[in-house]
């Protein structure tokens, strides 16, 4: 019963949703997420804190109280046998009590012991992984697992910055 109250209110505090990917693109563009009590300077020094406790080697970039974070989530994508890598950059902006996580660039490479370099991955038109209105087979985890990823950092914030 607690596990589906923090679930529910999780959900409701959470903000304007969850992002997926569909033939348009990644959607919503972005979230906005509310952090009652917290001003945006207060938010700002939080999420830094939360960069440093959750990345080894963060790469960021700070201009008027907005960050911006580079990662790599390594094997976040398995196609078939292959595992690809997966390189972000978002944008966390604040205001007070809330704050706006978007994603800015996404990347992807094969894990292999060739270097294949970065693919950029289209955030803005997802017509080459569907057909006919649904998603190709072969592009399915990419389609699940991009936003997934999001979602999941945007969400390890949030709590973060809702934590005492």
């Not at 999780?10 to 952090?35: A, C, E, M, R, Y």
């Not at 959750?54 to 078939?80: C, F, G, H, V, W």
């Not at 094969?110 to 080459?128: I, P, Q, T, V």
């Not at 569907?130 to 997934?148: D, L, N, W």
Request: with cysteine; aromatic share 12%.
């Amino acid at each position: 019963m607690i596990i589906l109250l923090v679930l529910v209110c999780t959900s409701f505090g959470f903000g304007q949703g969850k992002f997926v990917f569909n033939k348009d693109g990644l959607s919503p563009k972005h979230t906005i997420s509310k952090v009652d009590g917290l001003s945006k300077i207060q938010l700002f020094n939080k999420a830094l804190k939360w960069i440093k406790a959750t990345y080894k080697k963060p790469d960021t970039e700070m201009d008027k109280q907005i960050i911006r974070l580079t990662s790599i989530k390594e094997n976040a994508i398995q196609a078939d046998k292959r595992y690809f890598h997966m390189k972000y950059v978002v944008e966390i902006s604040f205001k007070e009590g809330q704050y706006t996580f978007k994603p800015l660039e996404i990347q992807t490479k094969a894990n292999s012991k060739y270097d294949m370099g970065w693919k950029d991955f289209n955030l803005n038109n997802g017509e080459a992984y569907f057909k006919k209105g649904k998603v190709i087979k072969k592009t399915k985890s990419y389609v699940k697992a991009i936003p997934a990823v999001l979602n999941e950092i945007n969400a390890r914030l949030y709590d973060f910055l809702t934590s005492e």
